[in-house]
């Protein structure tokens, strides 16, 4: 997903790119050569027009927004990646540090508190889960920063060890209690469904809750269902970050915040191509793949390719239509998501033939 972060500015925010100060490309480096009028491949297909409801807040000139979510709760975004930034009376508790926000955290953090009074040093990181697109901005914040996380992610980021995403030193496995300068956070684990570390974060006196790589307000998740490592835990997973009261959701995300009827949007997406899965592995006729690759050329992942394909986009078709105009990008990636969920229900629901 690290590719995700240099592609940030071909993505429009808030009205478009072209709206964007010319300094906010500028930030990324070198993956902005050009301008975006000049830049376009013109051999590159269009899609469905972005609804104005999945963007957020428009980007300043460092191509970053940050603002309040409730009390000394605060959130950042470029778009693409989410933080949250808690504001206490001793420091900074930061959650998450995104690369393609990098050192606009700082300047977010320097902003938040010279309005509020309150100190601007980074005292807590808290990592969601141990990807490096939502995280490898930690080695900016230095030895003192205290680092917390699952024990899983701390096993995780020992097997693939990298200088920017230091290791925490509070490690916790069910539910922790983070008390920093009269503010408090509640970290807990409900198993796998993203990543196998992933982290219920909750602001309970701001009512909010982050969990990253689940929900994606406005949009269809991230290719193949967020990449999910544990298809059937992240499905399940729409069903506990439901359960928890929050008014505010971040989902570490996109550009902007999520309240209660985007979970429930998506929440009915995904549901919505289970059942379409299921039917397309029930009526897809595998004849013509069968004969075609196996029969003809003993090419069992021809069959494959060709016939999964042929499921997805069935399903995919349906849940497309009923959802374009409300979620952005379903017609770019349901099809991914289908392919995934349809191979799912085959291997761990238990939706195969058994042989006569
Ligand atoms: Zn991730």
């Known amino acids: 997903m690290l590719e995700l972060a240099a592609l940030a500015t071909t ?30 491949d013109p051999t590159l297909p269009d899609y469905e027009p972005i609804p104005p409801s999945a963007f957020g807040p428009t980007l300043n000139a460092n191509g970053y927004y940050a603002g309040r979510i ?13 933080s949250m930034i808690l504001s206490t009376r001793t420091g900074i508790v930061l959650v998450d540090a995104p690369p393609s926000i990098g050192h606009n955290l700082f ?31 930690a080695g900016l914040l230095g030895k003192s920063v205290l680092r917390i996380g699952h024990s899983e992610t701390r096993q995780l980021l020992k097997f693939t060890p990298d200088p920017n995403r230091p290791l925490p030193q509070i490690t916790y496995d069910n539910h922790y209690t983070l008390e920093v ?16 570390d992933n982290t219920f974060i ?48 971040v989902g570490g995300h996109m550009g902007r915040l999520g309240r209660r009827p985007d979970g429930d949007l998506q929440r009915q997406y ?25 029969g003809e050329s003993g090419n069992s992942w021809g069959l494959v ?12 078709a349906p849940v497309i239509k009923a959802y374009s105009g409300r979620l952005a990008a379903v017609d770019v990636l349901t099809e991914s998501h289908a392919l995934v969920l349809i191979e799912s229900l085959r291997v761990n629901n238990g939706l195969v033939p058994i042989h006569e």
């Open 305 to 316: 390719r060709q016939y999964f394909d042929a499921m997805a986009r069935q399903a995919a």
């Open 270 to 294: 995904i549901r919505d191509l289970e059942r379409s899965a299921r039917e397309a592995i029930a009526t897809v006729d595998v004849t013509p793949y069968w004969s075609k690759y196996v």
């Open 202 to 249: 909750l602001a309970p006196a701001y009512e909010t809750l982050m969990v990253v790589d689940v929900l994606y307000p406005g949009w269809t998740p991230f290719l193949n269902l967020s990449v999910a490592q544990d298809i059937p835990a992240w499905y399940k997973s729409h069903d506990q970050v439901m359960s928890y009261p929050w008014k505010t959701f």
């Open 181 to 196: 300068g009269g503010e408090r956070l509640e970290l807990r684990y409900h198993g796998p469904n993203h990543s196998p």
């Open 11 to 40: 993505i429009p925010v808030a009205g478009g790119l072209l709206d964007r100060p010319a300094s906010a490309a500028a930030a990324y480096g070198q993956a902005v050569s050009t301008s975006a009028a000049s830049g376009a």
């Open 107 to 137: 300047r977010a953090i320097e902003n938040i508190t010279k309005a509020n009074g309150r100190p601007s040093r980074v005292t807590h990181i808290v990592y969601s889960h141990s990807h490096a697109d939502h995280i490898a901005a």
């Open 70 to 82: 409730k009390g000394n709760l605060y959130w950042i975004t470029d778009g693409i990646y989410q």
